[in-house]
Every structure is written in structure tokens, then in C-alpha cells.
């Protein structure tokens, strides 16, 4: 693991906390922490491990934040964090034997749509609506779907629970963003302890990230709950676009 100084691992943190903030509003707080991992020098592996680690005290603290405003609750999401495990923990241990290539080049067309979409639906999430699925067949399809993705590739998790839970589950903007954070915590904590057994994360790193990141989140989760579901719909536009050009970048 390289050695890094006192004043790169205060930086990386200042980028946790920007990070945490937006992962907690609309997520795609890797779009800042990953490549930071890596200029600081990281290999690849070791900087989506140490990513991993920092972010769940993000997903953590914006989780906090929304059970205590009453936005979700664990308890009657217990089958959905369940499912959400088990689909992350299949994920993660597929991709040591399949390519993630095609979902790369698929993805920000994909993210793509939903950014158009939330433009164009202008009333989108702004208002509960009726569900189209119920809570056992959302948790049947969507969520170990969405699981298994962020185990095996991950960008755009967040938002992709958030969108199912306002399409498909009837809650508005803020209430699904509230449900996704719950879920993404499941998700990161699993990867999380993945990578613990593969030896791969760069602890002081990540510890020093986890504040920033858990101050950051904080600041996010109050912020859309103050702004209101219009603002979580804009920043989950300019997420999908920024994570797009990223993917597309990479590509």
C-alpha cells in the first residue's frame, strides 16, 4: 500500500465530503473518489476497495438521516435489504468469472434515458402515485437485479433504485432517494466485506476519507430533505449525464 502524506490524505478527505454530499442527494459520488484513489496511487483494485470503505460511512450517515426524518423504515424494509445482499454478494463473486465490458458499453445510454426522462417528465416524482408493483414483487425483480449490478459493475446503483421505487413503488422523489440510500448501504457494506477478505484496502486512506464522507453525506441528506423532490430530480439529471460522459470517457 503506498505511504501517503498528511496533506494528500486531507485532500482526498475534502474529496470524500464533496463526494458524500452528492452520493446522498442523487449518488455518483465515485465519479470524485475513485480517481482521486488512483492519482494519490492506488492501483485499481485497492481503490475500489478503499472506495468501498469510505462510502459506507456516507450511505451510513445519509441512511441515519432519512430513518430519523421518517422517510424510510428499516424494519419494513428488512426483506428488501435482504434480497439487496444476497443479489450484491452474486454479483460480486460473477464478476471474477464474467466480463463487464458489455454493461461498460451499455451503461451510459442507459444513463442517458433516465436523464432525458426526468427532463422531460417534468412532474416526475414530485407527488406519490399509485404502485405499480407490489412490496413482494418489487423486491422479486427489481431489487436483486439492481443488487447484482452494483456487485458486479456498480456506477448508477443509486439511481436506479431511486427511479424503481418512483416508478414502480409510487413514492415520490425524495421518499425513493431515501429507500436507495438504505439499499446502497446494504450493497456497499457486502462489497465492503469482500474486499476485507481479499486484503486489498488501503485502511488509513480510507479511514481518513470516512469523515469527510460521513460530514458530506449529512450535509446532502439535509439538503434534499430542505430542497424538496425538485432538487433531488435536477441533481439526479446532472449525475446521470456527468457519470455518462465519464463511462463514455473510459470507453
Request: hydrophobic share 55%.
Amino acid at each position: 500500500m503506498p505511504e501517503l502524506s498528511v496533506d494528500v490524505l486531507l485532500l482526498l478527505a475534502l474529496v470524500a465530503g464533496a463526494a458524500g454530499f452528492i452520493d446522498a442527494i442523487a449518488g455518483g459520488g465515485g465519479l470524485l473518489t475513485i480517481p482521486a484513489l488512483l492519482v494519490a496511487g492506488l492501483n485499481p483494485v485497492q481503490a475500489i476497495a478503499t472506495n468501498k470503505l469510505q462510502a459506507c460511512f456516507g450511505s451510513f450517515t445519509a441512511t441515519r438521516f432519512f430513518v430519523r426524518e421518517g422517510l424510510v423504515d428499516p424494519m419494513l424494509q428488512r426483506w428488501s435489504v435482504a434480497i439487496t445482499a444476497l443479489g450484491a454478494a452474486a454479483g460480486a463473486l460473477a464478476i471474477q468469472w464474467f466480463d463487464s465490458a458489455l454493461l461498460v458499453a451499455v451503461m451510459p445510454y442507459a444513463l442517458i434515458m433516465i436523464a432525458l426522462y426526468l427532463l422531460l417528465a417534468r412532474k416526475a416524482g414530485e407527488q406519490e402515485t399509485n404502485a405499480r408493483l407490489s412490496a413482494g414483487q418489487f423486491n422479486a425483480s427489481v431489487v436483486p437485479a439492481v443488487g447484482f449490478y452494483d456487485g458486479f459493475f456498480g456506477p448508477g446503483t443509486g439511481t436506479f433504485f431511486t427511479l424503481g421505487y418512483c416508478q414502480l413503488r409510487g413514492m415520490n422523489m425524495l421518499q425513493a432517494t431515501a429507500h436507495a440510500k438504505l439499499l446502497n448501504f446494504t450493497t456497499n457494506v457486502v462489497s465492503l466485506l469482500i474486499f476485507i477478505l481479499s486484503g486489498q484496502i488501503a485502511w488509513v486512506v480510507g479511514l481518513s476519507m470516512a469523515l469527510g464522507q460521513a460530514l458530506g453525506a449529512r450535509l446532502g441528506a439535509a439538503t434534499a430533505v430542505r430542497r424538496g423532490v425538485v432538487f433531488v430530480r435536477l441533481m439526479t439529471v446532472a449525475v446521470c449525464i456527468a457519470m455518462s460522459i465519464s463511462l463514455m470517457v473510459k470507453n
